[in-house]
């Protein structure tokens, strides 16, 4: 008996050998973690409790700058809207141009690195810059586009002067950066099965019948970990405002981002800002479950079973 629990015994000396080796090694995520993650989030919660200007003391006030924030803030509303319409409109159209080019670029093409590269260098420039480029693009009377729009006959838009198609206008360039995306779906399409392909094709399979029961079911991982990706980028937006439209035309593009900017950095109302980056955080947290809590009933695994 003792001879058979010689070997479990070593096993089990080796297991807590290698679980304390590997908490020691972690030990550096954590601090960081908590120290880089979890502390300042914790200082904004508190100091969105106070009344500081940042040059005095701050001043307990409980929950003020919330009930205030909801009851008499003329922008709230406005922001929490606009926020959320780019979010969803920079979302859809970046997962559905991103996984269109990277399947264009899956393919054996001639020069394909050369337009892989073309395809993500929009992601890693300034973001200032690319949208100080687009305003050129969009200028009311000399801009490319409307310049197209008017050898077509049709009339002049003010892209990012008019409130109703300002908001539109800045999606397309979200949608445009999403560079990371593409190369993150080009790396997953490279892992679906070739067989399955081969099979479908053998069976009479069309490209379009492959990929939705092929690709995309393949690919549910990785649209799952893009989606949250882009969610979270967008629902943070501050970039267009910020170099383009200074939260106009009236209160379209004063995204909740903008908003807190405002408060803290023109205002000097930190408190006050940063109980609108914790409305922020809370909103973030309810997108992020809502898509963590739906994604069981679509994400594909390989054996079979859904997660």
Not at 151 to 178: H, M, Q, R, T
Not at 227 to 249: D, E, H, K, R, Y
């Amino acid at each position: 008996m003792e001879v058979i629990n010689k070997p479990q015994k070593r096993r089990s000396r080796i297991y807590s050998s290698e679980a304390r080796v590997a908490y020691i090694c972690l030990i550096p995520a954590f601090l960081g973690l908590f120290f880089l993650t979890y502390l300042p989030l914790a200082g904004v919660v508190g100091i969105s409790l106070t009344n500081w200007t940042g040059l005095k003391s701050p001043q307990f006030v409980g929950l003020d700058n919330y009930v205030k924030l909801f009851t008499t803030d003329p922008y709230i509303k406005d922001s929490i809207i606009a926020t959320i319409y780019f979010a969803v409109l920079s979302v859809i159209g970046s997962m559905i141009y991103s996984l269109f080019i990277a399947m264009l670029l899956n393919r054996k093409i001639p020069a394909r690195g050369f337009f892989r590269a073309i395809f993500y260098v929009p992601y890693v420039l300034p973001a200032v810059a690319i949208y100080v480029g687009w305003s050129w693009l969009y200028e009311g009377n000399f801009g490319f586009f409307n310049y197209v729009l008017s050898e077509l006959g049709l009339n002049k838009i003010l892209f990012i002067a008019d409130s109703s198609y300002v908001v539109p206008s800045l999606s397309l360039i979200s949608i445009w950066l999403a560079g990371n995306l593409i190369v993150i779906f080009l790396a997953g399409l490279q892992n679906v099965p070739g067989v399955y392909h081969e099979a479908a094709e053998m069976d009479g399979a069309n490209g379009w019948k492959r990929f939705c029961h092929i690709t995309l079911p393949c690919m549910t991982p990785i649209i799952f970990y893009n989606l949250l990706l882009s969610l979270i980028a967008n629902l943070q937006v501050v970039t267009p405002a910020l170099a383009l439209t200074n939260g106009g035309p009236g209160n379209s593009t004063r995204f909740l981002t903008y908003l807190m900017y405002d408060q803290a950095f023109v205002n000097y109302k930190l408190g006050y800002a940063s109980a609108t980056t914790v409305i922020i955080f809370a909103i973030l947290a309810v997108f992020t479950v809502v898509l963590f809590k739906t994604s069981n009933f679509w994400i594909y695994n390989e054996g079979g079973d859904d997660k």
